[in-house]
């Protein structure tokens, strides 16, 4: 059975430097190309399509673009109560709490962004992929309104969810609740009605957060022809994502966007 295996090409980002560089720093310049030109993300894109026409069979590279949400009320009461608690009568933040006015201007600074390097051609992502829960979603939307354009749908899928269990701000909604509040997104048809991963006594752990991240980049790489890739999710997931590929952690602020090429290999 062939195994995929995944590898951060370093030299494109400043991220790559890891934990110490930038830390607390939402949104670096250019979304941390480390080319300041004019023509950064012309040459960028040359870079990525050669990588790809000279590659061996069963070797791709595509470009991620990680998105974490925007504040969401739960963030703000971890740091008051702890994960436990649902609200305190002022607050609700469980299950799958809102963005904050605080989340809300992080998403629209990643809107902006956007906009900004647009100026200087940054190439779209081809494909938009976000976490079920309401605070990735609203984010989501938020940073690409007029950017994407509306025919482009971004696509919701259960594996892009927060670490789950215990903490009630994990907990998803339903299909239902989903379909209803956000029609201009499409929903996976393997994401079911009730959440039945959640769990109040049990935590997910890294490896099986890990095995989740593996699973969603198998399937990208499988079926998406796409070279630019977006995930709108959470703190967990980043961390995941660059476990799997093997980057340096990087703490991630909320609203925050980190970028990397990953190269895919079938062994």
């Known amino acids: 059975m062939s195994h995929r295996s995944y590898e951060v090409i370093k030299g494109f980002f400043e991220q790559e430097v890891g934990a110490g560089y930038g830390q607390g720093k939402v949104l670096p310049a250019r979304f941390g190309l480390i080319d300041p030109s004019d023509d950064r993300w012309k040459t960028f894109k040359q870079e990525i399509d050669q990588l790809n026409t000279s590659s061996p069979v069963g070797t791709q590279y595509?470009?991620?673009?990680?998105?974490?949400?925007?504040?969401?009320?739960?963030?703000?009461?971890?740091?008051?109560?702890?994960?436990?608690?649902?609200?305190?009568?002022?607050?609700?933040?469980?299950?799958?709490?809102?963005?904050?006015?605080?989340?809300?201007?992080?998403?629209?600074?990643?809107?902006?962004?956007?906009?900004?390097?647009?100026?200087?051609?940054?190439?779209?992502?081809?494909?938009?992929?976000?976490?079920?829960?309401?605070?990735?979603?609203?984010?989501?939307?938020?940073?690409?309104?007029?950017?994407?354009?509306?025919?482009?749908?971004?696509?919701?899928?259960?594996?892009?969810?927060?670490?789950?269990?215990?903490?009630?701000?994990?907990?998803?909604?339903?299909?239902?609740?989903?379909?209803?509040?956000?029609?201009?997104?499409d929903i996976e048809e393997e994401l079911v009605e009730e959440d039945e991963l959640w769990d109040s006594q049990v935590r997910e752990t890294h490896d099986e957060i890990d095995v989740r991240m593996r699973g969603v980049l198998d399937m990208i790489f499988d079926n998406d022809q796409e070279q630019f890739i977006s995930f709108t999710a959470h703190g967990g997931i980043v961390s995941a994502v660059l476990?799997?590929?093997?980057?340096?952690?990087?703490?991630?602020?909320?609203?925050?966007?980190?970028?990397?090429?990953?190269?895919?290999?079938?062994?």
């Open 62 to 185: 595509k470009v991620f673009f990680v998105g974490r949400h925007g504040e969401g009320f739960h963030n703000v009461a971890e740091a008051k109560y702890g994960t436990q608690k649902n609200g305190d009568g002022n607050l609700i933040w469980g299950p799958d709490p809102e963005l904050t006015m605080l989340g809300q201007e992080q998403a629209k600074a990643a809107h902006n962004a956007w906009k900004q390097e647009r100026k200087f051609d940054i190439p779209l992502p081809g494909k938009l992929y976000c976490s079920p829960l309401t605070r990735a979603i609203h984010t989501n939307k938020i940073t690409f309104d007029s950017i994407i354009p509306k025919s482009q749908r971004t696509m919701i899928i259960e594996n892009l969810r927060e670490t789950y269990g215990v903490h009630t701000c994990d907990r998803r909604r339903t299909r239902t609740y989903i379909e209803q509040t956000f029609p201009d997104f």
């Open 243 to 267: 476990r799997v590929v093997n980057h340096k952690q990087y703490i991630l602020p909320t609203g925050g966007v980190l970028s990397m090429v990953v190269k895919s290999s079938i062994s």
